[in-house]
């Protein structure tokens, strides 16, 4: 019996000193993981940030942000730090992949670009969210305009052939339809940005819902010259006959 006793005592402290271990391991695993992104954090996202929301910030002063941001510089030096092996670590949506692939039309195209700035966002607010205490002043700004960039870009887009200025005047008076993308979860933007044919498939009754937000907040003022571009598009675009093929 006493024999029985020191065995279960022996396999006791045998199974407390295993998990100990594990938990040991765990919180050191945990403390890599928290210096990781706090090392990405100061690297990749706090040093771009500023600029990547410039270009909201600069057309709402009346500045073209197209041409006074060094886009080809900021493309390279994010894919040249997005390459690091432990970033992709941490990116859950394949947000890297798609700043690789965007890196070099990006310099070239609008339109690029604000899905290259799109997946910056994208990544950069993964990591906001994993490190909240230092960044919260930055997190409601920057996943808003995560979905402000999609929005610019699909509208643009949409409306390229028949209004190709319009997305200045988007980003200049973006506030006017926020709204409506609050109440739309960030994965439904991640999803059109990253399929050709979903967003293909669905682009034309988002950009319908933007634009009846647009107009709808945007009364009494003069001068917006994408609200009648986009009517114009639309009659033009979609008839009776393939409006059904606007599905949402």
Request: include cysteine; hydrophobic fraction near 45%.
């Amino acid at each position: 019996m006493a024999a029985e006793w020191i065995f279960l005592g022996l396999m006791a402290a045998l199974i407390a000193a295993f998990f100990g271990m594990k938990i040991v391991k765990k919180r050191t695993e945990n403390k890599e993981l928290e210096v990781q992104k706090r090392a990405i954090m100061n690297e990749f996202v706090l040093p771009f940030l500023p600029e990547v929301m410039s270009f909201y910030h600069l057309e709402v002063v009346g500045k073209d942000p197209f041409s006074v941001v060094d886009s080809e510089k900021l493309i390279h030096v994010i894919c040249s730090l997005s390459r690091q092996k432990t970033y992709r670590r941490f990116d859950r949506n394949g947000a890297l992949i798609h700043l690789h692939e965007l890196g070099a039309s990006a310099k070239e195209d609008q339109q690029q670009l604000l899905k290259f700035l799109f997946w910056y966002l994208d990544y950069s607010n993964g990591i906001l969210e994993a490190v909240p205490e230092e960044t919260n002043f930055l997190i409601r700004e920057a996943m808003l305009l995560e979905k402000q960039f999609a929005v610019w870009c699909i509208c643009h887009e949409e409306l390229r052939m028949d209004a190709p200025d319009s997305v200045l005047e988007l980003i200049h008076y973006s506030s006017y339809f926020a709204g409506v993308l609050k109440e739309m979860e960030t994965g439904v933007f991640r999803e059109m940005m990253a399929d050709d044919e979903l967003r293909n498939e669905r682009r034309g009754n988002f950009v319908r819902i933007i634009f009846q937000d647009f107009e709808n907040n945007a009364q009494g003022l003069v001068g917006l010259e994408a609200i009648e571009q986009f009517h114009e598009h639309f009659k033009k675009q979609y008839t009776q006959r393939n409006k059904k093929l606007i599905r949402f």
